[in-house]
């Protein structure tokens, strides 16, 4: 016997909870019938009779709903450093102090900080780039 609870939550929405099993239906269950298909079950309504305990004489199937989309994932950055060639710093990509920087100062790098530094650039004190 497959039995499921009928009780509304507050909001009106069900939990559409089943049990399988032999067991006495508790108060604000409902037997569903073994011929029953109940389809895209749980997202549906059912609809019982008034006999004790009630039985499901139909299942209105609802419409599962689309899962959440994958959230935007930020892109790699083109450049792991960007070096200012005025200043001769080495910034991280997303460091704040780059909106301050020239756009004729900037260059886009993806070596090594310490080939950088082996060329006279020194490390930004905000981001400290290692």
Same mark, same amino acid.
């Not at 019938?33 to 389809?39: A, I, Y």
């Not at 079950?41 to 004489?57: A, K, L, M, T």
């Given at each position: 016997?497959?039995? %499921?609870? %009928? ?9 559409n ?5 032999e067991? /006495?239906? /508790?108060?604000?269950?409902? %037997?569903i /019938? ?6 895209n ?5 059912? +609809?019982?009779?008034? =006999?004790?305990?009630?039985?499901? +004489?139909e299942?209105?199937? !609802?419409?599962?709903?689309e ?11 083109? &450049?792991? &450093?960007?070096? @200012?060639? @005025?200043?001769?710093?080495?910034? &991280?990509? @997303? ?12 260059? !886009?790098y993806n !070596? =090594? +900080? =310490? ?5 006279? &650039? ?9």
């Open positions: 016997m497959r039995i %499921i609870e %009928i009780n509304a939550l507050d909001n009106g929405a069900h939990n909870q089943t049990i399988d099993g067991i /006495p239906v /508790p108060s604000g269950w409902a %037997i /019938p073994e011929d029953m298909v109940c389809e079950f749980p997202f549906g309504d059912v +609809v019982v009779d008034n =006999s004790e305990p009630p039985v499901v +004489v299942w209105i199937p !609802g419409v599962i709903p899962p959440d989309p994958e959230p935007d994932t930020e892109p790699e950055p083109e &450049y792991k &450093y960007i070096l @200012n060639t @005025n200043s001769k710093k080495i910034h &991280y990509h @997303n460091c704040s102090s780059i909106s301050t920087m020239a756009e004729k100062n900037k260059q !886009g !070596g =090594s +900080v =310490s080939d950088m530094l082996a060329q006279g &650039y020194t490390a930004c004190k905000t981001c400290n780039p290692e």
